[in-house]
């Protein structure tokens, strides 16, 4: 029967406990499940009160974070986990490294980093033994003073990991932001749920992780059915009670003994960059390949709605970059120089590369406004391919192309015709081309109203013809000069009768050929033969 104590007993014989070693380390030991071997240990306070026995973390850890107590309890943890390593190194015996928790409050008003180095060297522990769990819930402060106390961490060669993962709580955009270098995921919060979108996500969450070169370790895998599961996915470091669960120091000592052990992969090159988050990293091989070997390329996140761009290489800023800088890109909400159409649109693109899992084009028009530049409108085509999911965030890869030159030509083009096609609307005219090698007639917008025409006449004349645009008797005739026109002759100017109403029209053409003579094209025009009333009396 579990005797649990109060707030005010825990307060009360904090001190008592510290000194008179109620408090005390279990190790649990964190394993990779492709060889067996052990590959680092978690540090877990314990309380054992001399009358109402074992006390869990999860009664008394909060309960000396409100008191401002835990503190005082971390740097107990770290000293007795430097004491475990030192006798270790001491007496020649196996050795891995050993994770330590540290609470968010140690970051207020404590000089952390500095406290533990000091424990550190006073045991003469090398630090690649050591590695720092944090939460999340760390950066809730603001993230510069979680920031800063990891940069300290990295700089004294700490290997810093993110604990609880996929809590809920958790963001990509934090991972982004906070240098971490390993992330423990969580499988309790999957609650057996593998087969459905617990599965997806935390599977997406490691490939993700190995997108990023992070190293992931499972955490409360208590299921052969998970294990497995985490294998599958490539997730070859696991904790949990299926494996080991939290032990005395006297069993963990024995364990040690007894199981072989090996580094963890990442662990190593770790120690050499001092920050695993490649991507981020300026001089990582995912870089260079995001910097020099790909086009012009962003990665953003996508979350209820929301963009938000985490990278853009070199070659994104000098095409669409519009002077602008990669911070200036980066803080500024994509949305906001986006047309609602647009945005719709790129919401519908990003919606559908989350269902197919494949590539979406899609172009859209963008308002860009630099400090140099001022407001410019471009034609962004982007092709975009979703890398990562985790609850409702979805990372993406885009590459983008500024087809403005393009679609200004288009638009131009457009124009023109528009022009064209109006100029002929004021002079009476109807006009046509014709393609010689295809036999395919584009009629203006007059031959579309009037004669009933589609855009695109195909089999012309005939098709013509058979719609009644010419009366039967004229018909060969008509045929037989559009012959002479495949073969190129030019001098096409006569009267025809038109339409069942025979109406008498001045029918010319134009025709256009290539360098080396071959007729191309043939542009037609029709203008009504009005009777002219002064010449009746002559005739
Ligand atoms: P945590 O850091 O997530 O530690 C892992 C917890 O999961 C441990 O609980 C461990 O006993 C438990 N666990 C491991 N494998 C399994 C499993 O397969 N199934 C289940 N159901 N549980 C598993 P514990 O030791 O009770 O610690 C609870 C929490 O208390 C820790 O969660 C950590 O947040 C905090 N804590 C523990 N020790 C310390 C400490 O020294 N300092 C600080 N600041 N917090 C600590
Ligand atoms: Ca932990
Ligand atoms: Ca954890």
């Given at each position: 029967m579990i005797n649990r104590m109060s707030e005010q007993e825990f307060v009360a014989s904090f001190d008592e406990a510290l000194t008179n070693h109620h408090l005390m380390v279990y190790y649990q030991p964190q394993i990779n499940h492709e060889t067996g071997r052990m590959v680092g240990a978690e540090a877990l306070l314990r309380w054992r009160h001399p009358a109402k026995g074992m006390q869990y973390?999860?009664?008394?850890?909060?309960?000396?974070?409100?008191?401002?107590?835990i503190y005082q309890a971390d740097l107990f943890v770290f000293e007795e986990v430097c004491i475990l390593l030192r006798n270790l190194l001491e007496n020649k015996k196996p050795v891995v490294p050993i994770s330590v928790n540290m609470s968010r409050y140690d970051i207020y008003g404590h000089s952390y980093v500095a406290d533990i180095e000091t424990i550190r060297k006073k045991y003469d522990i090398p630090v690649k033994y050591i590695r720092v769990e944090v939460t999340e819930s760390s950066a809730i402060g603001g993230m510069e003073l979680i920031t800063r106390v990891m940069?300290?961490?990295?700089?004294?060669g700490y290997i810093v990991e993110m604990d609880d993962f996929g809590s809920g709580y958790s963001?990509?955009?934090v991972l982004k932001d906070l240098p971490v270098d390993m992330l423990k995921l969580d499988m309790r919060f999957l609650q057996g749920n593998i087969?459905?979108?617990?599965?997806?996500?935390?599977?997406?969450?490691?490939?993700?992780?190995?997108?990023?070169?992070?190293?992931?370790?499972?955490e409360g895998v208590e299921t052969q059915e998970i294990a497995d599961f985490m294998k599958t996915i490539g997730c070859k470091y696991v904790q949990g009670y299926l494996y080991a669960k939290p032990m005395p120091q006297e069993d963990f000592l024995k364990y040690l003994?007894?199981?072989?052990?090996?580094p963890m992969d990442a662990a190593s090159r770790l120690m050499d960059t001092m920050?695993?988050?490649?991507?981020?990293?300026?001089?990582?091989?995912?870089?260079?390949?995001?910097?020099?070997?790909?086009?012009?390329?962003?990665v953003f996140i996508y979350e209820n709605g929301n963009v938000e761009i985490l990278?853009?290489?070199?070659?994104?800023?000098?095409?669409?970059?519009?002077s602008r800088t990669e911070q200036e890109i980066l803080t500024e909400n994509p949305w906001e120089c986006t047309t609602p159409k647009c945005q719709e649109e790129y919401t519908n693109a990003i919606n559908k590369a989350i269902k197919t899992r494949d590539e979406v084009t899609f172009e859209c028009w963008r308002t860009i406004c630099s400090k140099t530049c001022g407001e410019n409108k471009i034609c962004v085509r982007s092709t975009i391919r979703l890398i990562g999911e985790a609850n409702n965030q979805y990372l993406f890869y885009?590459?983008?192309?500024?087809?403005?030159?393009?679609?200004?030509?288009?638009?131009?083009?457009?124009?023109?015709?528009?022009?064209?096609?109006s100029a002929f609307e004021h002079a009476n005219v109807y006009a046509w081309e014709y393609t010689i090698s295809t036999h395919e007639m584009r009629p203006c917008f007059r031959c579309m109203r009037d004669l009933g025409l589609p855009p695109i006449v195909k089999n012309y004349p005939d098709t013509a013809i058979e719609a009644g645009v010419f009366p039967p008797e004229v018909a060969d005739m008509y045929r037989e000069l559009m012959k002479e026109i495949d073969n190129g002759r030019t001098d096409v100017d006569l009267i025809i009768p038109l339409t069942v109403g025979r109406i008498p029209f001045h029918v010319r053409y134009t025709t256009e050929f290539d360098e080396s003579g071959r007729p191309l094209k043939a542009y037609g025009s029709a203008t009504l033969v009005v009777d002219n009333p002064a010449e009746t009396p002559a005739e």
């Amino acid at each position: 029967m579990i005797n649990r104590m109060s707030e005010q007993e825990f307060v009360a014989s904090f001190d008592e406990a510290l000194t008179n070693h109620h408090l005390m380390v279990y190790y649990q030991p964190q394993i990779n499940h492709e060889t067996g071997r052990m590959v680092g240990a978690e540090a877990l306070l314990r309380w054992r009160h001399p009358a109402k026995g074992m006390q869990y973390p999860a009664d008394f850890i909060p309960v000396l974070e409100k008191n401002n107590l835990i503190y005082q309890a971390d740097l107990f943890v770290f000293e007795e986990v430097c004491i475990l390593l030192r006798n270790l190194l001491e007496n020649k015996k196996p050795v891995v490294p050993i994770s330590v928790n540290m609470s968010r409050y140690d970051i207020y008003g404590h000089s952390y980093v500095a406290d533990i180095e000091t424990i550190r060297k006073k045991y003469d522990i090398p630090v690649k033994y050591i590695r720092v769990e944090v939460t999340e819930s760390s950066a809730i402060g603001g993230m510069e003073l979680i920031t800063r106390v990891m940069d300290d961490l990295h700089r004294a060669g700490y290997i810093v990991e993110m604990d609880d993962f996929g809590s809920g709580y958790s963001s990509l955009g934090v991972l982004k932001d906070l240098p971490v270098d390993m992330l423990k995921l969580d499988m309790r919060f999957l609650q057996g749920n593998i087969g459905g979108r617990g599965g997806t996500i935390i599977n997406s969450m490691v490939q993700m992780c190995k997108w990023l070169n992070t190293t992931v370790i499972a955490e409360g895998v208590e299921t052969q059915e998970i294990a497995d599961f985490m294998k599958t996915i490539g997730c070859k470091y696991v904790q949990g009670y299926l494996y080991a669960k939290p032990m005395p120091q006297e069993d963990f000592l024995k364990y040690l003994a007894e199981t072989d052990h090996e580094p963890m992969d990442a662990a190593s090159r770790l120690m050499d960059t001092m920050n695993n988050m490649n991507f981020w990293n300026p001089d990582s091989l995912e870089n260079l390949i995001f910097s020099n070997f790909v086009g012009p390329a962003a990665v953003f996140i996508y979350e209820n709605g929301n963009v938000e761009i985490l990278r853009v290489n070199e070659k994104y800023l000098k095409e669409i970059g519009m002077s602008r800088t990669e911070q200036e890109i980066l803080t500024e909400n994509p949305w906001e120089c986006t047309t609602p159409k647009c945005q719709e649109e790129y919401t519908n693109a990003i919606n559908k590369a989350i269902k197919t899992r494949d590539e979406v084009t899609f172009e859209c028009w963008r308002t860009i406004c630099s400090k140099t530049c001022g407001e410019n409108k471009i034609c962004v085509r982007s092709t975009i391919r979703l890398i990562g999911e985790a609850n409702n965030q979805y990372l993406f890869y885009a590459m983008v192309q500024n087809v403005t030159a393009e679609k200004e030509r288009y638009r131009l083009a457009e124009e023109d015709e528009r022009r064209f096609k109006s100029a002929f609307e004021h002079a009476n005219v109807y006009a046509w081309e014709y393609t010689i090698s295809t036999h395919e007639m584009r009629p203006c917008f007059r031959c579309m109203r009037d004669l009933g025409l589609p855009p695109i006449v195909k089999n012309y004349p005939d098709t013509a013809i058979e719609a009644g645009v010419f009366p039967p008797e004229v018909a060969d005739m008509y045929r037989e000069l559009m012959k002479e026109i495949d073969n190129g002759r030019t001098d096409v100017d006569l009267i025809i009768p038109l339409t069942v109403g025979r109406i008498p029209f001045h029918v010319r053409y134009t025709t256009e050929f290539d360098e080396s003579g071959r007729p191309l094209k043939a542009y037609g025009s029709a203008t009504l033969v009005v009777d002219n009333p002064a010449e009746t009396p002559a005739e």
